[in-house]
């Protein structure tokens, strides 16, 4: 599948914003869809995933309490629905997609295949 992230922009701290990351070329029904960050001169960071069976519960420490992750297999898009945003949130946020990842990797973007080209969220103190 084709992914295609969207939605980040320039924000105040304690701003919400909902990226999406819509999905082409296949559905992403029996894939794992996830959300990772990175930050300039920082490894590529995990925020959140549903798993393979839709469930959208893994969500970093980081981030816990303040973003959650969704699913519209209907519209073939994940959501990443991000509030109290911080400065330290700022980054390029890309969506992950893969169909034979299991659980415990989840939070690992060196198993996904499929990604998107990433946006830039920006969270001024």
């Known amino acids: 599948v084709q992914l295609q992230a969207s939605g980040g922009g320039l924000v105040q701290a304690g701003d919400s914003l909902r990226l999406s990351c819509a999905a082409s070329g296949g559905t ?15 490894e590529r960071e995990f925020v959140a995933a549903c798993g393979r069976t839709n469930m959208c ?25 991000m509030n ?17 990842v299991i659980a415990s990797q989840y939070d690992n973007y060196i198993q996904y295949d499929n990604w998107g080209q990433g946006t830039q969220v920006t969270v001024s103190s």
């Open 84 to 100: 109290s945003l911080k400065p330290e949130d700022t980054a390029v946020y890309y969506c992950a997609a893969d169909n034979s």
């Open 28 to 42: 992403i029904r029996g894939y794992a869809t996830g959300w990772f960050r990175q930050a300039p001169g920082k």
């Open 57 to 81: 519960t893994y969500v970093s420490n980081s981030v816990k309490g303040r973003f959650t992750i969704s699913r519209d297999n209907a519209r073939n898009t994940v959501y990443l629905h």
